[in-house]
């Protein structure tokens, strides 16, 4: 005799029952995943606006790391840093604390809430008071671009 957990078992002979509640926990995981990244773009294009550059840049992948190079101040050969594994924590940190700083705000600020909590911190950076100081890394300078 074979134990075969609950949730496996299907009470119907054609299994459709079961495979159809699967289907609609996907979709519907799906649509939520959906919409919290509709919600992530929203927020990082507001914010790549507020440091007066292109809100579009945001969905473009590649082309948005180097967007927010420039907006932190950073050279633009760090994005080789983010191809090395480990090492592109460690710069995503450093990253996510500039952008901090270069909207007025503390390093923990950027650690806890546009690194560890980036749903909510690009949402908050983007729609709250926060104004565009300059580039951190390059001493809060404003930007020429």
């Known amino acids: 005799m ?10 119907d002979s054609s299994g459709s029952a079961g495979l159809g509640a699967l289907a609609a926990m996907g979709t519907g995981m799906m649509l939520f995943l959906l919409a919290i990244a509709v919600i992530g773009i929203i927020g990082v294009w507001k914010v790549f606006t507020k440091a007066g550059q292109p809100g579009w840049a945001a969905i ?7 967007v927010l190079l420039q907006i932190v101040g950073r050279p633009i050969w760090w994005f080789i840093l983010l191809l090395i594994p480990l090492v592109n924590l460690i710069i995503l940190i450093i990253l996510a604390i500039d952008l901090a700083k270069s909207f007025g705000k503390s390093a923990a600020w950027g650690f806890f809430l546009l690194f560890v909590f980036s749903f909510i911190g690009y949402l908050i950076l983007g729609f709250g ?6 580039p951190a890394a390059a ?3 404003a930007v020429t671009a």
């Open 2 to 11: 074979t134990m075969i957990p609950a949730f496996l078992q299907i009470s």
């Open 60 to 66: 473009i992948p590649i082309y948005n790391i180097i």
């Open 129 to 134: 008071d926060a104004r565009y100081v300059g």
């Open 139 to 141: 001493g809060g300078s």
